[in-house]
């Protein structure tokens, strides 16, 4: 699978918009783009994932480059809630066998 | 709906002894996965279930790692005989939909080898 690159840290304050970037410049035209998140002493959680066209969701929005080689998870008001791990994934359509990297740790301020 | 349910949350063995971690994942998901995190590291691919035969076991360590499905329906991954470096997070996950479905973690079962 295609790698990804994404900023170790982030911080937002409560309420405001959100941006994760996610570099994938090696990705290939089948991969998929999934977003999954990991909150403190929990399993990972879906999020959002889309393949060319921007996508929404009631968790988040995520816009697609239109050369596909980076995209940007949008939490539209971040809350303390969505503190977490945030990890950009590419997958082919046929696989789950996700390659997690290190993720994005978002903190979000009160 | 319960969600995909992992059992024990936390065991911790000695060296050399055996540990068996059960996975129920969500009823009628025919994908049942096997993820870990051993200490420092990211979150790895262990193996894919489709039903009760193994997918994909490119991920598993070595051979002290046993994996079953019986009847297709709950998991039990075995580590025998435990070592120090088998420490760490074990996830759970299963999908109804291969490929793009939605996969759905359990809470993990934290093992530690002394």
């Known amino acids: 699978d295609a790698k990804t690159t994404q900023p170790n840290s982030m911080e937002s304050n409560e309420e405001e918009p959100v941006h994760l970037p996610c570099n994938h410049s090696?990705?290939?035209?089948?991969?998929?783009i999934h977003w999954y998140r990991q909150l403190p002493s929990q399993g990972p959680e879906y999020v959002i994932h889309?393949?060319?066209s921007n996508v929404n969701n009631r968790m988040a929005s995520l816009a697609i480059a239109e050369d596909r080689k980076s995209s940007t998870l949008i939490l539209h008001r971040a809350t303390l809630r969505d503190a977490a791990v945030y990890y950009c994934?590419?997958?082919?359509?046929?696989?789950?066998?996700?390659?997690f990297g290190p993720g994005t740790r978002l903190s979000v301020l009160p | 709906e319960a969600g995909v349910t992992q059992f024990p949350s936390h065991s911790v063995i000695e060296k050399g002894q055996t540990v068996t971690l059960r996975c129920d994942p969500i009823?009628?998901?025919?994908?049942l996965y096997w993820y870990r995190r051993v200490m420092g590291k990211e979150i790895k691919f262990l193996l894919h279930?489709?039903?009760?035969?193994?997918?994909?076991e490119s991920g598993m360590p070595n051979n002290r790692f046993l994996a079953e499905r019986t009847g297709g329906t709950y998991s039990t991954l075995k580590v025998q005989p435990a070592e120090l470096e088998d420490s760490g997070v074990y996830f759970c996950?299963?999908?109804?939909?291969?490929?793009?479905?939605?996969?759905?973690f359990g809470e993990g079962s934290r093992l530690t080898v002394l």
């Open positions: 996950a299963s999908s109804q939909v291969l490929g793009t479905g939605e996969l759905f």
């Open positions: 009823s009628g998901h025919d994908n």
């Open positions: 994934i590419l997958s082919d359509n046929y696989g789950q066998n996700f390659v």
């Open positions: 090696t990705i290939s035209g089948t991969d998929y």
């Open positions: 889309g393949l060319t």
């Open positions: 279930f489709v039903k009760e035969s193994k997918q994909d």
